[in-house]
């Protein structure tokens, strides 16, 4: 027999697993299949005697011994738990449940509850009596027959019973039973709290809220229940708490839970906490689902516990959107501190959306099921920027069904880094539209052991990337199966032919390698360190400024020459430097590539959402001018961080089409307001940018600007490609506030 009072039932594989309660021990470990949870009434802290009849004849009589603790004699078929062999008293009943009111939105309810005969008699009459909130109410009698040891009866206290969210006290005993006294009354009185379980908006924080504290709210959440979708709007400010939220009954994909800041604003709500070792976390999700993050600002304290989400047993179908994580430094080496982590017993289904993730160990680690058939599935990783981790942003391992898109990676950590990691996985997994952009040594993107278990389905597609390192390799493939690379753009400016490359592949099979650029400045273009039985190689464009162009199986090759006459690979490619806008922008300026890729089946845009050529797409992820009159805004400055003060506000215009471009319209927003239009007037070709002053403005601290730019009538006519014409630049800020958000070309926001 267990009991506590406590939120955790027990851990289990060295604290890997925290469980809650009885049956989720049971359904984890498969111990205890036979054991109870009650109270054991002792006598006192001191006095372990047992004095709850739920426990009599619970016991196994293969392991008990002839005497107990006493000296009495067990019984040898029926045997108690423990160590004291317990006698029930003739007359004792106790209220074992409240049935009602239950997680309920509804107003009237009864009030319900289970009589139970603990004692050795049979009970033939009774006297239920219970308070409402410290007031006697009318007693209920029960008449019948509850048998010895265990037979329960159903009570109906009240009918229809009024409540509102008010939290209310209840409180039932039994008395008078066949018209004399409970011989043991520690067991006789349950207690309970009720409110309407909790449906709708609440208020956190500031003057007159519903709940003063985070906390206080998800103690709400646990106690009460939900009935209805729920919202929890924070006020402005900072808030010091650490919380866990548990599986939350009513709670679904319908009655979902959100936090978010009243202001819609990251950076008016701060949550932190100074961890400890044994609760390394900010927010801790213990087997809760259908929980939302939206529009907040979390940030560490301690330097050496300094984890921020942990989702664990059971948790799943959680969301965090619009939110602020800052880490530690990324200069500390010992312990680690993820922006959010998982155990291997959660339970998938999460999403990450236009989140800015600054500094800490790694910024997302989804660590599955290590069996491949009870792998956690259903990811969302989109629209977020990386900025600064010590070791990574994205590790996914032991997982299936992942889409990882148009995230931002910059990196200038001296820690070895790699900046999306996609490992041992499986099922429909995408990574695609990602930018990486690492300015110290590490790789880019790695996609390690996926689909590597031949029995199971799955196909990766990994398109439209950019990744660009100086040193390292942009983009590593390594002993995958069924893995489709197509349309990505990676430059290394390492100067080693050995270990810098632009696309590098480590073992694996059934791979295809398309419509790639692989540019290097002294290493290696392309490189196969084992060779592959099956490698759909062709179409790619490989360059290098040094030695060796690419390689395989332990032999170089100095030029596409002699990699096509070596390998039988790559008999349309080309070796052509793309003559990229820079180390850091991969966006290509040489229209030798423009017409001369394959179509594949499904991909229809580029990295900047712009048509590809159905027929004769380009080669990279980067769709150089199709259309003759086609002009869009690649990026807007000041890029954070920045001074406060006067700044101009500066639009870079490309010209994606064929046609020289002359004359523009700029239209431009600032928080919503419409600005004087620009007029540009110059003579841009195509592919060419232009870095044009839309006007001055005196940015204040602690204010968040939001700018929308867009393009049209390119030489005076419509755009012939308006997809592109539009960037949405989400809410910036000076220096000196720590929030800052993300930055995406084209039609992306954060």
């Given at each position: ?438 300015t110290s040594t590490g790789d880019g993107i790695t996609i390690n052991g996926v689909n590597s278990e031949s029995s199971l ?144 089946v499904g991909i229809t845009t580029d990295f900047d959402d712009q048509l590809r050529n159905p027929t004769t797409p380009d ?132």
């Amino acid at each position: 027999g267990y009991y506590h009072t406590g939120t955790t039932f027990g851990k289990y594989d060295s604290g890997t697993f925290t469980l809650d309660n009885l049956a989720e021990w049971q359904s984890l470990t498969g111990f205890d299949m036979n054991a109870n949870f009650f109270p054991p009434f002792f006598p006192s802290a001191t006095d372990l005697h047992l004095g709850n009849s739920y426990f009599n004849g619970q016991g196994s009589p293969l392991w008990a011994p002839t005497y107990d603790i006493d000296g009495d004699v067990r019984n040898n078929a029926n045997p108690d738990p423990g160590a004291d062999e317990f006698d029930p008293e003739p007359l004792d009943a106790s209220i074992a449940a409240l049935l009602s009111p239950a997680v309920s939105c509804d107003t009237f309810q009864n009030i319900e509850v289970v009589l139970i005969n603990l004692g050795a008699d049979t009970i033939t009459d009774a006297s239920i009596q219970w308070t409402l909130n410290g007031d006697a109410q009318t007693p209920v009698t029960y008449s019948g027959e509850l048998l010895p040891e265990g037979d329960t009866a159903h009570l109906l206290i009240q009918s229809l019973a009024p409540f509102d969210d008010q939290t209310d006290t209840l409180r039932f005993w039994a008395e008078d039973l066949n018209g004399d006294d409970d011989l043991f009354m520690l067991n006789d009185t349950l207690t309970s709290s009720y409110s309407l379980s909790l449906s709708g908006t609440y208020t956190i924080g500031g003057v007159n809220p519903d709940f003063a504290t985070i906390a206080d709210a998800v103690s709400a959440l646990q106690t009460f229940a939900v009935c209805g979708p729920v919202t929890f709007l924070l006020r402005n400010g900072t808030y010091t708490e650490q919380f866990s939220i548990d599986s939350i009954a009513g709670s679904s994909a319908l009655n979902t839970i959100t936090f978010s800041s009243e202001a819609q604003d990251s950076s008016m709500v701060t949550i932190q906490f100074n961890s400890t070792s044994t609760a390394n976390y900010l927010v801790q999700l213990d087997g809760a689902k259908h929980i939302r993050f939206e529009h907040l600002g979390f940030k560490t304290i301690n330097t050496t516990y300094a984890n921020i989400f942990y989702l664990i047993d059971g948790a799943g179908d959680v969301q965090i959107e619009h939110c602020y994580l800052e880490g530690r430094s990324p200069t500390i080496i010992s312990g680690n501190s993820y922006l959010c982590y998982t155990n291997n017993a959660f339970d998938g289904n999460v999403t990450f959306r236009n989140n800015y993730f600054l500094n800490g160990t790694r910024a997302i680690y989804l660590l599955g099921n290590v069996t491949p058939a009870e792998r956690q599935d259903s990811f969302i990783i989109e629209d977020n920027r990386f900025v600064n981790q010590r070791t990574g942003a994205i590790l996914a391992q032991q997982i299936k069904d992942i889409s990882i898109g148009r995230n931002s990676v910059v990196s200038n950590t001296t820690a070895t880094y790699t900046g999306i990691q996609l490992t041992s996985s499986h099922g429909t997994n995408t990574i695609a539209l990602n930018k990486v952009n690492l300015t110290s040594t590490g790789d880019g993107i790695t996609i390690n052991g996926v689909n590597s278990e031949s029995s199971l389905p799955g196909l990766c597609k990994v398109y439209n990337n950019m990744s660009s390192v100086v040193s390292g390799s942009a983009f590593t493939l390594s002993t995958n199966r069924r893995l489709q690379f197509v349309y990505n753009t990676g430059y290394t400016a390492g100067t080693t032919a050995s270990s810098h490359h632009a696309i590098k592949l480590f073992g694996g099979d059934s791979i295809t390698v398309q419509n790639n650029i692989g540019v290097a400045n002294a290493g290696r273009a392309y490189s196969e360190t084992f060779y592959i039985p099956i490698v759909n190689g062709d179409y790619n464009n490989y360059f290098t400024n040094g030695t060796e162009l690419a390689y395989r199986a332990n032999t170089p090759y100095a030029n596409l020459a002699a990699w096509q006459a070596g390998t039988t690979l790559d008999s349309n490619s080309f070796s052509i430097d793309p003559l990229f806008v820079s180390g850091a922008d991969l966006h290509i300026l040489n229209s030798a590539l423009n017409g001369v890729a394959l179509p594949q089946v499904g991909i229809t845009t580029d990295f900047d959402d712009q048509l590809r050529n159905p027929t004769t797409p380009d080669i990279g992820a980067d769709e150089i001018g199709t259309e003759p009159s086609d002009v869009g805004i690649l990026n807007v400055l000041p890029e954070m961080p920045f001074a406060r003060g006067l700044q101009d506000v500066k639009a870079i215009v490309r010209n994606y089409g064929s046609d020289t471009l002359y004359t523009a319209v700029i239209s431009w927003e600032l928080n919503g307001d419409p600005q004087p239009d620009y007029y540009y007037s110059g003579e841009l070709p195509s592919l060419g940018e232009d870095t044009i002053i839309l006007g001055e403005l005196d940015f204040e601290l602690s204010t968040a600007y939001q700018f929308t730019i867009w393009t049209s009538l390119p030489n005076e006519i419509a755009d012939s490609n308006p997809i592109n014409d539009t960037l949405n630049q989400s809410a910036i800020y000076p220096a000196a506030v720590s929030y800052t958000h993300l930055t995406l070309p084209t039609n992306r926001e954060v």
